[in-house]
Every structure is written in C-alpha cells, then in structure tokens.
C-alpha cells in the first residue's frame, strides 16, 4: 500500500509539476502556429508604388518568403537591411514578399525611398491578410516551400543566420 | 488615373472567411444587436498583442482590426462558433479567452482534481485503518515509554 501510495503521488506531482513548469515557461506572446504544414492563405494586395497586384499562387515554383512589418515597428527598422541583402543575393532563387498593415501607403513609400527596397511591398489596408496568417506583432515572417506551403513561422526582427536557417527548412 | 485604381482595387483581394469555415450557418445580425453581438464575441477572443486583454477591450490598432472582422462576418450571418474557428484557424487556441477542454488544457485542470482525490483517498484510509486498531495503538504506548521515566515510576511505586 505505502509503496503504491508513493508512486502515484510522485507520478501526480510529477506531471503537474511538468505542466506547470511547461506552461509557465513559455513567452505568452508567442504564438504556436497552426499553419505550419498548410498551404498559404489566399491573397491578392496590390503593391506599394504601382497599380498592380500581386497573389500568393504566384509565388509557387520557388520557396518565397512573407515578411509583415510595418513603419510604426522599431524592429522593422533593425531587419530591413537583412532582408534587402538577402533579396539581392537570392534573388533568383527565393521570392520575398513584404506585406504591411495598419499603415499608409505615403508613410510606406517614404520609408523604402529611404531605406531600399528590393522586392514587392504589399499593403494590407484592413489587416485581413494579417489576421488570416495568425500575425500577432510585426515583425513576422512566414517561410513558403516551393509548393506554396507554411513551413516556418519566425517571430521579431531577422537576422541573417536566422533568415538562412528558416530558409533552409523551405528549401528541403 | 481612376480607372486604373478602381482596377487595381478590383483585382484585391483578401483572405475570405468562406474559405475556412464554409458559407454562413446562421442569421445575418444588423443595428444596435449588431453592436451587442460583436462586443459579446470580441470579449471571447484575445488580443495577440496586448498581455491578458480580449479583442472587445483592447484599443491597439490589431485588436480595432479583429473587431471589426467580427463585426463584419457576423453581418454576414456566421455564428459565434464559425467566428472562433476562424480565428482559431490562424491563432491555434491562443486567440480563445475560454480555451477548449481537450489536451494539455483538460490535463490542467484534471491533474489537481485527480491528485486532491488521490490524496482524499489516502486520508480516508489511513483514518480508517486507526480506528479499526485502537487497541494495538494503547499497546504499543508503553513501548514508546521513555526508559528513564519508566524507572522513575518503579522507585515511586516500590517506597
């Protein structure tokens, strides 16, 4: 009795302690995707400075990458430059997106004067686009295998290493 | 210069509601009932940027935009249910206020109930069992009895 009696109880602590511990270390601003694995949402946004739109079905063939920031976004400021690097350097080979919501396209446009652009710029007027991928603070970027499916989520500002090893899982 | 931008507005588009949950399954709502309703589901969902607030309470920019894509599927006449999985869709069982009682979330709350049985049962017994042995419980007392104290008592009795 007293042997069995121990073991549940510690199998019981145990696994609250576990849960609890799990639970309590988590960011609680970091959201689990349910996307992962999925085709992409749905999009058609036209792009900041022309007239013409640009759809998610486009952008298979090729991994790609979604990022959405927005100019109200420190962190935006700090990864804006590894994201334009990165597009001139794979270019051909991956497709970058920027898609910015709960901003104006003249604030936008002045932003990418300034800073440089690379790749098309998407505006999401009403953050439909947004809501639809789980965006939950900006910046955030979503990683596309050629097939147009979700294989990565990264949340904050990139980073090179970050980018390339994100990228990596989209390439497989 | 106009056409071209009605052309371009034409050709946006975004992430429909029907492409994940299907047409609406309910009435659509309009007026101050609107109002009420859409207050009554934002309050279910949580804010993704704010700590702890739901969308109906939240004043940040993403929170206004969920609003207002609540406001907008329930005058189309989807129901509650649709909404959340809406958003649960996107957000996983981050974005509902009132998680669902399945997985990690049913093992919070059934761990401290099974571990406050388990120890009820416990108690029960052990109170049980020394009831059932009250006389072994006296017996064993002078046992227990310090020898000192015991030798003390002897001397007493004999003078």
Known sequence: ?172 | MIILFLLTMLQVKVPDAQEFVGPPKGVPVAGAMLDQRTNEVAALLRCPVCQGLSVADSPSLMARDMKQSVRDMLARGYTQEQILAFFERSYGQFVLLKPKFQGVAALVWLLPIAALIFGAVVVFSKAKKLEEEPAAATDATPETVDPYVARVRELVEKS
């Open chain 1, 1 to 172: 009795m007293n042997r069995t009696v121990l073991i549940t109880g510690l199998v019981l602590t145990a696994a609250i302690v576990v849960i609890l511990f799990v639970g309590l270390g988590k960011d609680p601003q970091h959201i689990e995707s349910p996307l992962i694995g999925k085709p992409a949402p749905q999009f058609a946004l036209q792009a900041i400075g022309s007239h013409e739109t640009l759809d998610v079905a486009s952008l298979r063939g090729k991994p790609a990458i979604i990022n959405f920031w927005a100019t109200w976004c420190g962190p935006c400021y700090q990864e804006h430059p590894t994201l334009v690097q990165s597009a001139k350097m794979l270019g051909g080979n991956v497709q970058f997106v920027g898609i910015v919501f709960n901003d104006t396209e003249e604030k936008i446009q002045q932003f990418l004067n300034e800073r440089g652009s690379a790749y098309p710029t998407l505006l999401d007027a009403q953050g439909k686009t947004a809501q639809a991928y789980g965006v939950g603070g900006v910046p955030e970027t979503f990683f596309l295998n050629a097939a147009g499916q979700i294989v990565a989520k990264y949340e904050g500002p990139l980073t090179t290493e970050a980018l390339q090893s994100e990228l990596a899982k989209a390439m497989k």
